[in-house]
């Protein structure tokens, strides 16, 4: 059971598409993180009704969720024709404000937690060939005409200006997307680096330093690590897919006590 204190725990890339990932989110005690907070760093799933689902389950066990939506979010494959990925990020947003999930900057006494929406600009690389064909994103985003990735970190990039730290002591900071890609382990091989120009942007970076942060959670590439780089303290603590319990805790990890 919890003490008086308020633990801070991180997760990202759910994926609760998968069966038995779903099945740990609803397995989570309804006791034992009344009084906690939950960074949920993006990629729950593209379907909307079983994002509400786990938004839900998450809200129901925690005293506040902080989520920020990831690409997975984003896709619109199957959908109507006419319909967009910013379209689809505004229903990502009513579902989750109808789930009790906050995607707002949040003030604990005077501890600072904001999420920083983006997406990849290919500031770590321009894509291959291979990659356009194999990245599921350029298939499965529908963007506004003209539009191309440069355009949507850039459109994300803006709604994060609005961000405040008056009041704050301390700001923590996270994001779905990489905000720097020497955040990758050095044992990541030449093969698996086709995927840095899809991975985040350094557009995320400047703004975490703006802002003051000390420690910043991410998501997306699926490998766990904390680390400090040039003052700041790096998380991510992914959920992942089926067999990748290698590379993914699949639990929830405290990051801080307040």
Known sequence: MNDCRTRIFALSDVHVDYEVNARWVQSLSREDYRHDLLILAGDITHRLPELASCLSAFAERFAKVLFVPGNHELWVAGDRSERTSLQKYADVVAVAEQSGVCMRPYLHGNVLIAPLLGWYDYSFGQPSDELRHLWTDFHACRWPAGFQPEDVAAHFTRLNNTLSVQGAARVITFSHFL????????????????????????????????????????????????????????????????????????????????
């Open 179 to 258: 905000p720097r890609i020497d955040l990758l382990p050095s044992y990541v091989s030449s093969s698996h680096r086709v995927l840095d120009p899809v991975l985040g942007s350094s557009r995320l970076e400047r703004q975490l330093r703006a802002l003051g942060s000390s420690m910043h959670v991410y998501g997306h590439s699926h490998i766990n690590r904390r680390i400090e780089l040039d003052g700041v303290t790096y998380i991510n603590n992914a959920f992942g897919y089926p067999g990748e319990e290698r590379i993914a805790a699949r639990g929830l990890l405290c990051i801080d006590e307040l």
